[in-house]
């Protein structure tokens, strides 16, 4: 006999997640005859770090074999993670049904709870998103206009042909440097926008675009300028114009957890005239980072010394990336339709909240879409329940 299944309809009348105020049902198939006959039941539930609270069903006329159905219609009014089980009652002992791992409900002592996400009924998805097809770009490796670029570092090893192997093995010293480029461009993706649409593709994800000394460009050296080798801003305002008119929309790559070490920010390696944190501690991003012994010794990405990390909700670093005239707000303003957040999870909520109110304050239809690879409804980072997908982030 099956109790309950949270994901069946016939036992929980909306699958998955609800909106705060939404009226659901839940219903139970109890067994109603002989000596484990049930009496009565009720819904167990609490929200994230708090007492449960009982919620009594009631008995129906509606029946199956020698079971009958138990009904409970609730709503919850505050956005949250919430947690509940059951229990039902005989004339002689009363059950405690937990989830079984795969959403049915098992007479058991392993209390294993039931989750159920609330979310604002104000949260909203861009509709431009809905039934969209996405398409992934790593820009040096999709298509090459073969127009000329300045202002390329020559420590660049520029390879041919198109279709060579990458450079993916450690150097002579163990190193894999990631510095072999194969030409790929903005005005490539532009070029193929025509194509891309004969694909069905509504939206292009590109991993990211600023300047950065590695192919990946994962390690951001300057937000506010386009990589050489990619092009100009000139060329990314044209591809988002271009992609406009085709209705496909740009959704930028925001590397905001950590920059390089060979960046504006840090300058570890001198390329840039500007004082960076690695060079003075008078530098005006000095705070930006986390040296425990400067300048040799601070925190990085994944011990990666190469990726220095920042301090996200540094007043200062804030206002740059989200701030009114911010980076965030530069690139939505120049025709990008969203952000892309690597490493979600590794972003403090004041960062997530700030950056999201500015976008949407420039594009009420702009999207955040957040890197996570554990179950971001629940997840847990830095001692602290997340709130991704309560409605306002």
């Known amino acids: ?61 509606e029946y199956d074999q020698d079971c009958a159905w138990w009904e409970l219609d609730f709503s919850i009014d505050q956005p949250g993670l919430y947690w509940y089980y059951f229990e039902f009652s005989t004339p002689h002992k009363t059950f405690k049904l937990y989830n079984d791992g795969a959403g049915k409900g098992t007479l058991s002592d392993d209390m294993n709870t039931w989750q159920l996400t609330v979310y604002s009924k104000n949260f909203k998805t861009p509709d431009w998103l809905a039934g969209g097809v996405i398409y992934h770009i790593f820009p040096d490796r999709f298509f090459k206009s073969g127009e000329p670029k300045r202002n390329v570092p020559d420590d660049r090893v520029i390879r041919s042909p198109w279709g060579g192997t990458p450079h993916w093995e450690p150097d002579a010293h163990g190193k894999i440097l990631n510095n072999d480029y194969f030409g790929g461009d903005l005005k490539g993706i532009e070029q193929k926008l ?19 000394h590695s192919n990946h460009r994962y390690n951001t050296a300057d937000y506010l300028n386009v ?82 990390e920042v301090c996200e909700d540094n007043p200062s670093y804030l206002d740059f990336i989200t701030g ?36 949407k304050s420039i594009d009420p239809e702009a999207l955040i879409l957040g890197e996570v690879w554990e179950d971001a409804s629940n997840k847990i980072s830095y001692e602290k329940r997340r709130k991704y997908l309560l409605g306002s982030q």
């Open 1 to 61: 006999m099956l109790i309950f299944d949270s994901r069946n309809e016939r036992y929980k009348s909306k699958f998955g997640a609800i909106a705060d105020g939404e009226c659901i049902t839940l219903r139970l198939l109890l067994p109603c005859g002989g000596h484990i006959c049930c009496t009565g039941a009720g819904m167990l539930l609490c929200r994230d770090g708090e007492e449960y609270k009982r919620y009594d069903f009631k008995a129906t006329e």
């Open 227 to 308: 990589d050489p080798s990619l092009g100009t801003a000139y060329d990314f305002k044209s591809l988002c114009d271009a992609a406009k008119k085709l209705d496909i929309h740009i959704i930028l790559d925001g590397v905001f957890s950590h920059t390089g070490d060979d960046s504006i920010y840090f300058n570890k390696h001198n390329r840039y005239s500007s004082i960076g944190a690695y060079n003075s501690r008078e530098s005006k991003y000095f705070d930006w980072f986390k040296f425990s012994n400067w300048p040799h010794e601070y925190e990085s990405w994944w011990n990666f010394s190469t990726l220095p």
């Open 194 to 212: 025509d194509y891309l649409k004969s694909l069905g593709v509504t939206c292009i994800y590109m991993t990211p675009i600023f300047e950065a």
């Open 324 to 359: 009114e005239d911010g980076v965030a707000a530069t690139w939505l303003k120049a025709g990008a339709r969203g952000w892309r957040l690597d490493v979600a999870d590794e972003l403090p909520d004041i960062f997530i909240d700030s950056l999201r109110m500015r976008a």
